[in-house]
């Protein structure tokens, strides 16, 4: 059986193939999948905003703005007062139908190019384009979005903005900045990484009542989080002592960044590592040891002098404070040739995007996107551009588990993709990548392989920035996740999600 809908994205070629399966397989007729477009997008809008009266619907000439126009049918039906503005004054394919449809239901429809301001109404309904848009928008499209954006009307996009890629989730200049989206058929990926959190609002999917059966034989192209990721770290036996949950070195912290390896330092111990030592620049042991004396923190002036604690360590967390100095560089060097599995973060990657090599089994890799653009030889826009490219050649290249931070980060290996959904912009402060850096290397020294351990320290992190933010993201700072954490880490007896 397919994936389940509510957690597969899929591309919009696949989507439009899902659509086509539905109407030449199962005989589905476009005009009917698209009375439940509308029907399931006017059962949001009146939800969401159950006092509107007037509607604004913006159509494009294709299937996207017959939806807008069989939605003002059914809004005209209920009473209220509905107008629309078009890109022209013909409609293509089953749309054609559709704005008939709403004439005779006594909508009226006015050209686009020939108003100034937009007509005042409670809701406007984004209908232009869809999941058919690959350019920028253009013309009295674009005149339309600028002022939709002036008027900050209430905004319900039909499929997804116009604007956004429906398979990247970048925006090209303009774009529909919707405070609610209904999803059609499938989640297209781009909903959910990029630039979609700033332009989608609150999404929705709606299946359109398609069976699974028009979804065998296309793949998912990734896979949504869901809270049921907490299961893969069960509760802990009675019986048990610190030896059995694995013991992570953090290497890094030059001079003058302590703080960065004690940051992933802690958030191993609070996600349950049985051991965390530091190894950093002698200078910076003593303040470690009075804010954190359940750290082992060691002094290390060299490589060599690494030696000993890579040899104690399950796992090596390198990068957070390392710097691109020979003292950088030297532990650097010495922690990969031990071959431990670990996490590379901050100047580790730095170090690696000049001299690649071959990393230990069990490596992940956690660049940001400027990290990942060196990792690949590339600028940082294009790693934005595309994000579910340039995670998938991270894994690739590099033979590790890739985890691409950023809004909607992405988890990646040879051969899957997940996509996290949680996560606010206050976590945009320093120290957060050091947290996640501590909480994967946690879970790698529990037992998990690297991929489990990316994918779930992901959400980990991300959910407890959530809950650290609350409604006020702006100040939250690295140390804040540290208690939510502890409980993440900590589910139920019964081993539901926490």
Known sequence: MPAPLTTALYTADQVRAIDRAAITGLGIPGPELMQR????????????????RRLLLLAGNGNNGGDAFLLGVLALRQGLAVEALALSDVSSGDAAAARAAFVAAGGTIRLAERIGALPPADVAVDGLFGSGLARPLEGAA?????????????????DLPS????????????????????CFVAWKRGLFTADAADYCGARELA????????????????????ATIANRLHARHANSNKGCYGHVLVAGGDHGMGGAA??????ALRCGAGLVSVATRASHVAALLCGRPELMAVGVESGDNLAP???????VALGPGLGLKDWGQAVFTAALAAGRPGVLDADALNLLAASPRTLPASTVLTPHPGEAARLLGIDTATVQGDRYAAVRELARRYQAVSVLKGAGSLVADAGRVVVCPWG??????????????GVIAALLAQGLDAWDAACLGVAWHAR?????????????IASDLFQPLRSLANPPVDGAAS
Do not use: C, K, Y
């Open 163 to 182: 604007g956004l890629d429906a398979d990247t989730g970048a925006v090209r200049g303009l774009g529909v900045h919707a405070d609610a989206t209904i």
């Open 424 to 437: 606010n912009p206050g976590m945009a402060s320093g120290g957060m990548g050091d947290v996640l850096t």
């Open 464 to 476: 407890a920035g959530d809950a650290a933010a609350g409604a006020q993201p702006r100040g939250l």
């Open 309 to 315: 604690q890579l040899g104690r360590a399950s796992v």
């Open 142 to 158: 674009a005149t339309l979005v600028q002022r939709l954006a002036t008027t900050r009307m209430p905004t319900l996009a039909l």
């Open 37 to 52: 477009a509308a029907t399931a997008a006017f059962a949001l809008l009146r939800r969401r905003w159950p006092d509107a």
């Open 262 to 267: 004690r940051l992933a330092a802690e958030a």
């Open 207 to 226: 299946g359109l009542d398609i069976p699974d059966t028009a979804r065998v034989g296309i793949d998912v192209d990734a896979t949504l989080q869901d």
